[in-house]
């Protein structure tokens, strides 16, 4: 399994069933839940329910999911750990933060890992009214990231062809990596002009009303989802609240 096909999204899985606009609508109940309190009890119970999908949107190898989320877990972790050092509120309100930061990036992975960009667009036009200009300019960059993943692969090894290694030394590691990043980051900007100006020649900043080939249809699973969603929140809070760990940001003290 190649790093571009694993950060691909994979077909014919539970989560690809559930439209995608659906599934934002879940994401924006969970993320308003999540940032309304300040306790453990309800990240840890969001979190619980998350990884039960992991196999839902069809990341079921080590591989797969390390590549998808090594860099929440390192944020999450970041979070956590300055939070105990320097803050004063203990293990108890750092392990609640980075819990909190899983809870929030979980759901994108999921809907990254399991969406084809195309349907994502669709969706955005069909439903929630987007320009077609910003739906197609996210429904492009969903694609490169791929692509990006795999450039770096291929700069890394043309670079160890070239006996450019950082061996042990974490100093020249870092000054690697920062190489290898403006290397990516020249070539992103090259390819990012050319997709603008192709955009442009095809009439996307015309101001002319564009129509959807594909269509992009709600079903009843997806009320369904967005409903459990909810739920999923007020046995969250409903938890927290019973276990005396209900600690609102909007009440002062």
Known sequence: MTAS???????DVPLSRINPVAQLTAIVVVTLVLLTSLDVVTPAVVVA???????AAGLTHPRTVWL??????VGATSVGLVNLWLGESGAVSALGLALRVVGLALPGVFLVASTDPVRLA???TV?????????????AALRLVPLLVAEFESVRLARRTRGVEAGRDPVARVRLLAGIGFTLLVGAVRRASRLATA???RGFDSGVV???????VLHARDGWFVLAAVAV??????ASVLAGAWDPVFVGG
Do not use: I, K, Q, Y
């Open 127 to 139: 439903h929630w009214r987007f320009p077609a200009r910003f739906a197609v300019g996210a429904l």
């Open 233 to 238: 929140c007020a046995v969250a809070v409903t």
């Open 199 to 201: 955009m442009d020649a």
């Open 5 to 11: 096909l694993a950060l691909g999204p994979t077909p």
């Open 122 to 124: 669709d969706a955005l």
């Open 210 to 216: 564009r129509t959807n080939a594909r269509g992009s």
């Open 68 to 73: 998808r989320t090594w860099p929440l877990l």
């Open 49 to 55: 329910v998350e990884l039960c999908l992991f196999p």
